[in-house]
């Protein structure tokens, strides 16, 4: 019997501010400097929100929020931050622990 798969979205898994602050923590420390990597995860997490409204609350075009935030775009940091705050979420900056 052939293994039957199907497409994994995590935009569908995305559904409390919890959620998205988890996978988004997650996707930084995978993505290292990769940052098409944290795009496309911001991406994912505003298809999981609704781009529509998104567009609405950051004041950016349904189109062009779709463009940068695919993992071949490259959004202007005003974008990425606006996104953010419309998520209800913020930047955190903490220092990496130095290796010994």
Excluded at 56 to 61: A, F, Q, R, V, W
Aim: glycine share 8%; with cysteine.
């Amino acid at each position: 019997m052939a293994l039957k798969t199907s497409k994994w979205d995590s935009a569908e898994h995305l559904q409390t501010k919890e959620d998205i602050a988890l996978y988004l923590e997650a996707c930084l420390d995978e993505a290292g400097d990769d940052a098409a990597f944290i795009t496309k995860a911001l991406g994912n997490v505003a298809r999981a929100k609704g781009m529509a409204q998104l567009a609405i609350d950051t004041g950016l075009g349904r189109e062009s929020l779709y463009k940068s935030l695919s993992g071949d775009g490259n959004p202007s940091f005003t974008t990425i931050v606006k996104v953010l705050h419309s998520l209800g979420m913020r930047l955190h900056i903490e220092p990496i622990p130095e290796v010994a």
